[in-house]
């Protein structure tokens, strides 16, 4: 399944299946990105990031891809778990250097995994 | 590993009483990040500090004030609650040369009846 970011906020998946989730950015001058999870009445967790010299990356069963050209970003997640069932957002900044690291933060997208 | 500390985790008030939540960064952390998430909303941006100065302001209503210690914790004093100001209230903490990877503490939730 694919969810198309912004316009379709939940995701549903069979466990096992790949799960890709999407996100639109706006900002041309952010140049740090970066993927939480967060689970019912818990804060955001931290899941992988990107700089924009990157357009790959990879870490434990997720992988980060940007294209800078278009301002997406997404989020795979292999052989999704139910444990992997939260809502997901990607938040970007400017960084940079110096205290200016607010994040703005996309709408949620809500993946739902079916055991 | 230690994570960011917040209290109360819950929270009720009536309104147009006064509301004091805390945080405490990940141990040799400097600078602390306020977040605003309604029901259904993504988190917002408040307000952040850098060694005690404010670093960045966003849309923090004026009725809000917080402040960083000297032992880097910090405070956010929020005023004449409204009922709009019922959501959950995150702080995150980094590095500040590593300002980027923000980690989120678990939120209070507060509720202005």
């Known amino acids: 399944g694919e969810s198309v970011g912004l316009h379709l906020p939940t995701l549903s998946v069979q466990e096992g299946d790949n799960s890709i989730i999407n996100c639109a950015y706006s900002n041309s001058a952010s140049d740090y990105f970066i993927w939480y999870k967060q689970e019912s009445g818990k804060g955001p967790q931290f899941i992988i990031d990107?700089?924009?010299?990157?357009d790959k990356r990879q870490g434990q069963r997720v992988t980060v891809l940007l294209n800078k050209t278009v301002k997406h970003l997404s989020l795979q997640i292999a052989a999704t778990q139910p444990g992997d069932s939260a809502v997901y957002f990607c938040?970007?900044?400017?960084?940079?250097?110096?205290?200016?690291?607010?994040?703005?933060f996309g709408k949620g997208t809500l993946l739902t995994v079916n055991p | 590993a230690a994570g960011v500390i917040q209290s109360p985790r819950h929270l009720i008030k009536e309104k147009r009483e006064t509301a004091t939540l805390k945080c405490y960064p990940i141990?040799?952390?400097?600078?602390v990040y306020w977040y605003q998430q309604g029901p259904g909303q993504d988190p917002q941006f408040l307000i952040s500090?850098?060694?005690?100065?404010?670093?960045d302001k966003g849309s923090i209503p004026d009725r809000f004030s917080a402040q960083q210690f000297s032992d880097y914790h910090s405070e956010l004093n929020m005023s004449s609650l409204e009922l709009g100001d019922s959501a959950l209230y995150f702080c995150a903490s980094s590095l500040e040369d590593r300002g980027e990877t923000q980690y989120f503490g678990p939120g209070t939730r507060l509720l202005v009846l």
């Open positions: 938040a970007e900044n400017r960084g940079g250097g110096g205290s200016n690291y607010k994040l703005t």
């Open positions: 500090f850098y060694e005690k100065m404010q670093s």
């Open positions: 141990p040799r952390h400097d600078t």
């Open positions: 990107i700089r924009s010299n990157m």
